[in-house]
């Protein structure tokens, strides 16, 4: 099956059940290299993960970055940071609870906000933690990562009740 025919039946599989799409084309991000970042694309339903820095990770994140916990706030992650993770955390088994996947899919239903690549990064496990910063969740401990879908699906709420 070709590539261009895997992603369109992808892409209706993702319709068809509702889900928001979201297509990440090129490297993995964890293969990615700082010289070799994504090349953001805006084709209607389709969005790429932009080019950024290198974000933190739980070996080099800055002192103050990670609270008591060993877990990064979620207090500047925007609505569309909020519902990318959601999307990751439900989406790698970190909550059973369906609150996560209701609540980010009634976060990817606001204006913008499946559009935003705040939400691209959010569906790779990227956490921003303001507009210029990011940390890579998924270089903490499965329970760690678990604590942070929780701590985010703690802040949906607001989140919904904000334009």
């Not at 993770?85 to 369906?98: S, W």
């Not at 956490?127 to 678990?146: C, E, G, H, I, S």
Request: one cysteine or more; charged letters at 15%.
């Amino acid at each position: 099956m070709s590539g261009s025919c895997l992603v369109s039946k992808l892409a209706a599989a993702l319709a068809v059940s509702s889900c928001v799409g979201l297509i990440a084309l090129g490297t993995p991000a964890h293969a990615q290299t700082d010289t070799q970042p994504p090349v953001p694309s805006h084709a209607p339903g389709k969005l790429v993960v932009p080019r950024t820095a290198p974000p933190m990770t739980a070996a080099n994140a800055a002192p103050g970055v990670l609270d008591y916990d060993g877990i990064p706030t979620v207090e500047g992650a925007s609505a569309a940071n909020v519902a990318g993770l959601m999307a990751y955390c439900y989406g790698h088994n970190l909550t059973t609870d369906t609150t996560v996947r209701v609540l980010g899919r009634k976060l990817a239903r606001k204006p913008g906000v499946s559009t935003n690549p705040a939400y691209a990064w959010g569906g790779v496990g990227r956490l921003m933690l303001d507009k210029n910063t990011m940390f890579d969740v998924t270089t903490l401990k499965p329970r760690l990562q678990a604590a942070v879908c929780s701590r985010s699906a703690l802040r949906g709420p607001d989140l919904l009740n904000t334009k």
